[in-house]
């Protein structure tokens, strides 16, 4: 048993002075619990549950074209995906959804974390997404017109080992000549999607930006809206009323608008970006209002969206309107549920020890996240001494 003691204990159940007890990557006791086989001093230091980010692509690394890696080998991209799991990790990540990756790139890295392979967040991933043809990330999505392809498409990514679907409701930024918010699979489509979803209760995921992309995936019973930039009153009180959670993605916007066409981001993209962002805060206070869950999502890969900043959208929430402690739960115990892991998200007895040491208290400020002094996955200790 190895014990993280006399510091204070942060997550969603509040902030308060406890000991940690680690046994066989779990947690095992919380409170006053002394001296283990092993102890780490952490006075003076905070431990919180590691950060679930829900929408990452591993195969990618944040350059300004995302379409210059369409003629790089399978073996660079997964070179590339060591690196950015090592990335998240050392950030304080202990949990990343993959949405979309080349082939089973994603899923093997999910075995590959699993195995002992590579040090990284625990991976759950879609395999590839589903898109209708010439649609949204075509370049590496699974091409599917008409329900009964869509359901193949769906079936083939379970039997590879989906642990999540992901589809494309609408177009996207980064597609050039794909229109953002336009609606691509259709009602029928999408249901056949989720439909495909329902037998083994695997979450499903759906990129739109568009109102009429994201009622179709809502009415269709999707588990997440992905982006959701051009949001409505109706669309959030639909979400509402379902339980649908919104993963904003505001550093993959942030990402294109701050950045633009002189950091050699396609004009295009900058351009469908700029109007989206002009409509993303319209997204933001219909949600609030309507109370939609969010989880905390990033994106991380698109342009200048570094996995090492996954934490950097704890920050656009709060701007956009989230309390430090409700940006802490979205990233944490919500992103948990959206990926129905009902054992990470909290410092708690029976939790999987997924723990990150920092200097100050994440429930009160996500300057916390600036520096993590050690990472924990599974109880191991991946980062820091
Ligand atoms: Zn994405």
Redesign the pocket.
């Known amino acids: 048993m190895h014990v993280l003691s006399g510091g204070r204990v942060a997550d969603v159940d509040g902030t308060r002075e406890a000991d940690v007890a680690i046994e066989d990557g779990e947690i095992v006791a919380v409170g006053d619990i002394g001296r283990g086989d092993t102890s780490t001093d952490v006075s003076g230091k905070v431990v919180a549950p590691g950060l679930i980010d829900a929408?990452v692509?591993l195969m990618m690394d944040g350059r300004p074209d995302v379409a210059s890696a369409v003629s790089e080998s399978d073996y660079t991209a997964s070179y590339r995906t060591a690196r950015n799991l090592e990335a998240a990790v050392a950030a304080g990540v202990t949990t990343v959804r993959d949405?979309?990756a080349r082939g089973t790139l994603a899923l093997d890295a999910a075995a590959a974390v699993a195995d002992g392979v590579l040090d990284g967040p625990r991976v759950v991933a879609c395999g590839r997404n589903v898109i209708m043809t010439g649609g949204h990330g075509n370049w590496f999505g699974r091409e599917a017109d008409g329900p009964a392809e869509v359901r193949k498409a769906a079936r083939e990514q379970l039997k590879d080992g989906a642990d999540v679907l992901k589809c494309m409701a609408t177009g996207g930024v980064l597609t050039e000549g794909a229109v953002t918010g336009a609606p691509e699979l259709t009602p029928e489509e999408l249901s056949a999607f989720t439909d495909a979803a329902a037998p083994t209760d695997t979450p499903t995921a759906a990129?739109a930006h568009g109102e009429r992309g994201i009622k179709n995936a809502v009415r269709a019973g999707i588990t997440s809206i992905?982006h959701g930039t051009f949001m409505d009153a109706e669309a959030a009180r639909l979400m509402a009323e379902k339980g649908t959670y919104w993963v904003p993605?505001a550093s993959?916007l942030h990402g294109i608008v701050d950045n633009g066409v002189e950091a050699g981001i396609p004009a295009d993209a900058v351009a469908k970006a700029e109007d989206a962002a002009e409509r993303f805060g319209g997204a933001w206070e219909h949600a609030l209002d309507a109370g939609v869950p969010i989880a905390m999502g990033t994106?991380a890969g698109?342009p200048f969206n570094f996995f090492e900043k996954i934490p950097g959208e704890l920050a656009y929430m709060v701007e956009y309107g989230l309390s430090p402690a409700e940006a802490f739960e979205a990233a944490t115990v919500n992103g948990a549920d959206l990926l129905g892991i009902d054992d990470v998200g909290r410092v708690r007895e029976g939790y999987r020890a997924d723990l990150v040491v920092l200097d100050d208290d994440p429930n009160e400020t996500v300057e916390a996240w600036r520096d993590p002094e050690s990472v924990f996955v599974d109880g191991d200790r991946v980062v820091g001494r």
Do not use: C, P, Y
Request: proline share 0%; charged share 20%; glycine share 10%.
């Open positions: 929408h692509h949405l979309g990129h992905e993605t993959a994106d698109t």
